[in-house]
């Protein structure tokens, strides 16, 4: 999308790169689970800006677990960031996967869940069931 030639992105990949520096935590969310998309080819973009995001924050060194919500989304990211392989290693709640996998730029851990459906509380479910941490490669 034009969005990330412009420098409104830059000023926002920078904002999202101090971010992680200080806080090692951040989540970024497109629309709320209320809202609807009305054209697929505003999912299309969605899809690409996720992809787009996380290889300009792999890009500038920067490593992170990705947690995703939406097959295409996860898919999309994957094909920006190019996954070379995805291994499941267990469910951390009814639903909720994690996998690590191996991309261009190393070893990442991916916790996903299908979009639209789950409780209100599924990402607090994920931090509680959590046995131990999952630290960044």
């Given at each position: 999308?034009?969005?990330?030639?412009?420098?409104?992105a830059k000023e926002f990949l920078q904002e999202i790169e101090e971010w992680l520096q200080?806080?090692?935590?951040?989540?970024?969310?497109?629309?709320?689970?209320?809202?609807?998309?009305?054209?697929?080819?505003?999912?299309?973009?969605?899809?690409?800006?996720?992809?787009?995001?996380?290889?300009?924050?792999?890009?500038?060194?920067?490593?992170?677990?990705?947690?995703?919500?939406?097959?295409?989304?996860?898919?999309?990211?994957?094909?920006?960031?190019?996954?070379s392989s995805l291994q499941p290693i267990t469910e951390i709640v009814p639903g909720v996967?994690?996998?690590?996998?191996?991309?261009?730029?190393?070893?990442?851990?991916?916790?996903?869940?299908?979009?639209?459906?789950?409780?209100?509380?599924?990402?607090?479910?994920?931090?509680?069931?959590?046995?131990?941490?999952?630290?960044?490669?």
């Open positions: 999308p034009q969005y990330w030639e412009g420098l409104s200080r806080d090692k935590r951040l989540g970024i969310q497109s629309i709320s689970r209320h809202e609807k998309i009305d054209a697929q080819s505003n999912a299309a973009d969605t899809v690409r800006s996720f992809g787009y995001l996380a290889k300009a924050l792999l890009e500038k060194g920067l490593h992170f677990n990705l947690v995703v919500f939406g097959g295409d989304t996860a898919m999309g990211i994957m094909e920006a960031i190019e996954v996967s994690l996998s690590k996998l191996k991309c261009k730029y190393g070893e990442l851990t991916l916790i996903s869940k299908a979009g639209g459906f789950g409780p209100e509380n599924v990402l607090e479910m994920i931090m509680n069931n959590l046995k131990e941490c999952v630290q960044p490669c």
